[in-house]
């Protein structure tokens, strides 16, 4: 990982160079708040934050998934390179479908990966099965924006 591995590097440094400790840790505060804000990631639902996060915030994108279905794996993958494009303006969730059931029974879910697009509260698209990057944009651009 590029933030531990500057730590390591930044120690040696800040042990050989007393008289710029100053102006190290100023650089690898800088490094490390840049590293994160590229880094989005996808908030994991449950029963206790549900309502927070979905009522907190205008648009959100839920991946409906299994920890064993393989397309679902696929699709989060998908919708974590979507999130470096499309985070600032869509909150990219996802919630495992069995463990979760009281918060999906609303949506009357059939199988999995479902996506479902939400704005204000309220839902406004659902999509079930896998989907490409490109079909992902366009539902947000459609739906979320």
Known sequence: ????WFKKNELHIVFSYHTSIKLILIFSFQFYICCIKKQMIMIELNVENWSQVIDNNELVLVDVYGPACGPCITMESRLKELERTQGAKVVFTKIEA???MECLDEFRLTSIPTLLYIRAGKLVKKEVGLKSVDQIKQAIDKYLS
Not at 1 to 4: A, C, D, G, W
């Open 1 to 4: 990982m590029v933030s531990s």
């Open 98 to 100: 069995v463990s979760n």
